[in-house]
């Protein structure tokens, strides 16, 4: 006796017509549905040829600044250093109890997305700690239906700010998960290489994953990426470092980016694009042609590396739009890599799924259904046949489970038709 059992869902991984029977919060069968037809459930759903995914992750976003669009003004020059301004002046008026109100209210939309895990900096250079203070208490509230995971971010600097190495170590000593930084915004070149060893140093003692802002410039020439790879090996944290923006590789002499690929292979870095922030961002101070100014995905995925799509930012000083939808943010990947091809597409919808999961060290997620027997049951059921249909369309959550349990749910996108000798109804498909 099943808890719960759906049937006649299609995977990700193209099995289509399949079961998948739920109990104690666990997947404990992925079967044919003629297999399942005669299993008992308290339960049971049937997904009639609809996309039955793991949920939605995002690796990249910064839940201390979401839904601040506006306060205490809206970035005019749309630049990363006039946001990293702007929210400096927000700062000093930023209360926890706003700060809270604001990440609950986007937890509910990330909710409805099937937007499961997100990996979020937190601003750890405001000598009061509130933003890390406001998300651990989110986290709290949280537990159970959000994977939050906390990163101690310098974003005035590690070494430039005052305080910042203090603050951070702090900021991990209250609980934050993983250690961040910001190289390329370190006042010299020599500051910021000097900065990756530091960080990647502490979180080897006390055991913890890094996460880096790390190149998010136009400029070729900006190369802690190599650095970032280099500790990584040097310090034995092979797979627990993810590099996130890169967008320096995007500008870099091919030849220098071709031996930089091995090196980043060799310490099996990840690397967490942000499609929607990068191509909002960078490419600013070009005339024409306009860099696009994302990292190199296909490149780095040929070359074996794990690579996710994080949102980055939803309505706060660096861009204005959003709406957790991490299909919108494959969308926009799948198109500034130009990774259009059956198999393109497809390594999109991972990266804001089985990838990103894999970057945030998910132990427990669904990450290869081939291995699902035994994993947690979070799932999202998408109105759509498959991955490709679900980024075509930014397809409806039909219902979304945690450990089996249904959290949310949408109907499904349908728009009624009043014209003549046609139906009377879409759903965007031929049929
Ligand atoms: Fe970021």
């Not at 660096?318 to 799948?334: P, Q, T």
Request: charged share 20%.
């Amino acid at each position: 006796m099943f808890d719960l059992l759906i049937t006649h869902a299609n995977l990700p991984d193209g099995r289509t017509d399949m079961a998948v029977g739920i109990r104690a919060g666990r997947i404990e069968t992925v079967a044919p549905s003629a297999e399942l037809a005669s299993a008992q459930a308290v339960q049971s759903c049937d997904a009639q040829g609809q996309l039955l995914s793991a949920p939605f992750a995002d690796a990249h976003f910064h839940m201390d600044a979401t839904l601040s669009y506006g306060l205490p003004r809206v970035n005019q020059s749309g630049t990363l250093l006039e946001g990293i301004a702007l929210w400096g002046e927000l700062k000093p008026l930023l209360t926890v109890e706003a700060l809270v109100a604001r990440a609950l209210a986007y937890c509910d939309w990330a909710v409805a997305k099937g937007l499961l895990a997100i990996r979020t900096h937190v601003d750890v250079c405001d000598d009061r700690l509130l933003a890390v203070d406001a998300l651990l208490e989110v986290k709290r509230q949280m537990q159970g239906i959000i994977d939050l995971q906390l990163v101690a971010f310098p974003q005035d600097g590690y070494l430039r700010s005052a305080n910042a190495v203090a603050n951070l170590k702090r900021a991990l000593d209250k609980g934050v998960d993983v250690v961040g930084g910001i190289p390329h915004f370190e006042r010299t070149m020599a500051d910021g290489a000097a900065s990756v060893p530091m960080l990647c140093e502490l979180a080897a003692e006390r055991g913890l994953l890094v996460d880096m802002h790390c190149d998010e410039s136009d400029d070729p020439l900006s190369r802690h990426v190599e650095t970032l790879a280099f500790e990584t090996q040097r310090l034995g944290l092979h797979g627990r470092v993810v590099g996130s923006h890169l967008t320096s590789m995007h500008s870099m002499d091919n030849y220098y980016v071709s031996k930089l690929l091995a090196l980043m292979a060799e310490a099996r870095l990840g690397v967490c694009a942000n499609p929607l922030i990068n191509i909002t961002l960078q490419g600013r101070h070009d005339t024409y042609p306009k860099r696009r100014g994302m990292t190199r995905v296909p490149e780095q995925l040929a070359a074996g590396l794990t690579v996710a799509f994080g949102h980055d930012c939803v309505m706060d000083p660096w861009y204005s739009l959003g709406s957790g939808d991490m299909l919108e943010v494959a969308h926009m990947g799948l198109h500034v890599a130009q990774m259009t091809s059956q198999a393109g597409m497809r390594q999109c919808f991972e990266a804001v799924t089985t990838s990103a999961a894999k970057l945030m060290h998910l132990n427990d997620w669904v990450t290869d259904w081939s291995q699902a027997k035994g994993k947690a049951a979070h799932l999202v059921l998408l109105q759509a046949t498959g991955p490709i249909e679900a980024l075509r369309l930014r397809a409806t959550r039909l219902k979304v489970w945690r450990s089996g349990k249904l959290i949310a749910e949408s109907a499904p996108a349908q728009s009624q038709l009043h014209l003549p000798d046609r139906a009377a109804s879409t759903q965007f498909r031929l049929r």
